[in-house]
């Protein structure tokens, strides 16, 4: 506690205070996991993961080809016809159960690989991912043996097979949003985490494995786009539930057109955070903050355009600079980092090419003054201020720590700007009255809007988005539904 950061005055360095990785065991190389093996890939072909914060090589991971997807859809289909399918709900629940006792269990390695394979701080893999994954998997085990309570008078029936294909910014967190509710609803799984970020979903397996769930009730693959296509239109999948960007999401429902099987979709955003000037300013800061800094900003939720009513626009400016300056950018294992590393280099590539564009456009961007590490893939706590409605940069989806700043003089200018988007997943209000945050609720045209508050997620709540961020909610009640026929 020697030196101020970026001469702000009011803050000072810590002492690191690193999480240690000695007693992580990352295997060098790792089989796919089918029929409750691990196997070698048919393609006998490997690839690399990576530590974004580091560059350094984790592990090798197997590229699963046309055949071994077919062998973990068949594994599947047999599991599901011969065993899960058969299984009285209430015992379905003891594995589900089971698998959330030992995330809790190994809760501390598993926060610890996902920052390493991420770049997320620890902080938050280890207070938000982690506890949260488990937390769905004791949710939907709760619902295991009341379908018929939860959809009273219909006669709920599972599906058969679910192909799950998740992005690399929340791996186990949306590995297990995926596996919780098929497996309360009596599918089998064949899930394909992010060719980035496998390491977590391959600890999953070792999991599901240890906890005795019969062979072939969940599959997990790795590879990267061809062999989530491979799923997709492979004839014997009864389900896809796909986490991506809208680009993929609309490939994936070109192909399956035509098809019996079941889509869910979640996509991109690109989320309206508004602040009325009746807010209480310094919680609508910390909350515009935890918004689009979590994560770097690798959140489809992120709170990405700041729309600021006019006459507190100068004051909530001042105080967003200052407190960016207090965000300790850097080593994702560090207990004191706020600010992770950048998931991966295309990535950043593209964050960069996004404030380049912001700056073509004439708006004035303000970046932290502090230095970035000088390895891996970092990116400053970016602002554009006074962005323009029709800039790429207030349009497109950026996936980084990029906010951009916009004022509105009345409800009405802000309810068409913030609407005024492809996207429609989530949505925050600041404002110290009950009745504006309901008129707005209404209005915005999102799956998700927060009051006073942003980023916060409960199993029980169900999640997803309207427009061109997708369909089909997870979490909650509504979250057993695309796993359903009635
Ligand atoms: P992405 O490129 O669409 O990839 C998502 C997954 O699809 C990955 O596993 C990817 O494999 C796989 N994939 C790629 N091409 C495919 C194809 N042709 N057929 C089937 N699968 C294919 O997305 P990303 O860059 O990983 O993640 C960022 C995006 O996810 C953002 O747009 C974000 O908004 C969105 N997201 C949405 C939500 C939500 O709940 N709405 C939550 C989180 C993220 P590889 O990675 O191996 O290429
Ligand atoms: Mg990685």
Redesign the pocket.
């Known amino acids: 506690m020697k030196k101020k950061i970026n001469n702000n005055p009011f803050t000072w360095n810590y002492s690191p205070a690193v999480e240690t990785k000695e007693h992580i065991q990352i295997n060098p190389q790792y089989n796919l996991f089918i029929n409750g093996k691990f196997v070698k890939p048919n393609s006998n072909t490997f690839f690399d993961t990576y530590n974004p914060a580091t560059e350094e090589k984790l592990a090798e991971l197997s590229l699963a080809n046309e055949k071994d997807v077919n062998a973990a859809v068949l594994a599947a289909n047999n599991a599901y016809s011969k065993t899960w399918k058969k299984m009285p709900a209430k015992e379905r629940a003891k594995y589900i159960f089971r698998i959330a006792r030992v995330i809790q269990e190994r809760a501390r390695e598993l926060a610890i690989i996902e920052t390493m394979d991420g770049g997320k701080p620890i902080r938050e893999s280890r207070d938000f991912d982690i506890p949260l994954a488990a937390n769905h998997f004791f949710y939907y085990a709760g619902w295991a043996d009341k379908l018929n309570y939860a959809f009273p008078n219909k006669t709920p029936q599972s599906l058969g097979v679910a192909a799950q294909?998740?992005?690399?910014?929340?791996p186990l967190l949306?590995a297990a949003w995926k596996i919780a509710p098929a497996l309360a609803t009596g599918n089998t799984v064949v899930l394909?985490?992010?060719?980035?970020t496998s390491l977590t979903a391959l600890k999953l397996a070792e999991i599901i494995r240890d906890c005795d769930l019969p062979a072939g009730v969940v599959n997990i693959i790795t590879?990267?786009?061809?062999?989530?296509?491979f799923?997709?239109n492979h004839p014997n999948i009864h389900k896809i539930a796909?986490?991506?960007?809208?680009?993929?999401?609309k490939?994936?429902q070109h192909s399956i057109a035509g098809t019996n099987k079941k889509l869910t979709l979640?996509?991109?955003?690109k989320a309206a955070n508004i602040v009325f000037e009746d807010a209480p300013i310094n919680q609508a800061v910390e909350g515009i903050i935890n918004g689009i800094f979590f994560n770097q900003g690798?959140?489809?939720?992120a709170g990405s355009r700041l729309f600021v009513q006019e006459n507190i626009a100068e004051e909530i400016i001042n105080k967003l600079k200052a407190r960016m300056e207090t965000l300790i950018v850097g080593n994702p294992l560090d207990k004191n980092t706020d600010v992770g590393a950048i998931n991966n280099k295309e990535?950043l590539s593209k964050i960069k090419s996004y404030l380049k564009m912001g700056k073509e456009d004439g708006i004035t961007l303000y970046q932290t003054l502090g230095e970035l590490p000088k390895k891996g893939y970092f990116c400053k706590p970016s602002l554009f201020i006074n962005a323009t409605q029709s800039s790429r940069v207030v349009q497109d989806?950026i996936?980084g720590p990029v906010l951009t700043i916009q004022t509105f003089r009345t409800i009405e200018e802000v309810i068409e700007k913030a609407n005024n988007i492809p996207y429609g997943?989530s949505a925050g209000v600041w404002t110290d009255k009950g009745s504006k945050i309901f008129n707005l609720t209404k209005q915005l045209k999102a799956g998700v809007v927060w009051a006073n508050t942003y980023n916060k997620f409960d199993p029980s709540s169900p999640?997803?988005?309207f427009k061109e961020?997708?369909f089909g909610r997870?979490g909650g009640l509504h979250g057993l539904m695309p796993y359903l026929k009635f």
């Open positions: 294909i998740i992005p690399w910014n929340f949306m394909k985490p992010s060719e980035n590879g990267p786009g061809s062999t989530g296509s799923m997709v796909f986490t991506g960007s809208t680009h993929i999401g490939n994936i979640e996509l991109g955003g690798h959140v489809c939720c990535q989806e996936f997943l999640f997803g988005g961020s997708g997870e």
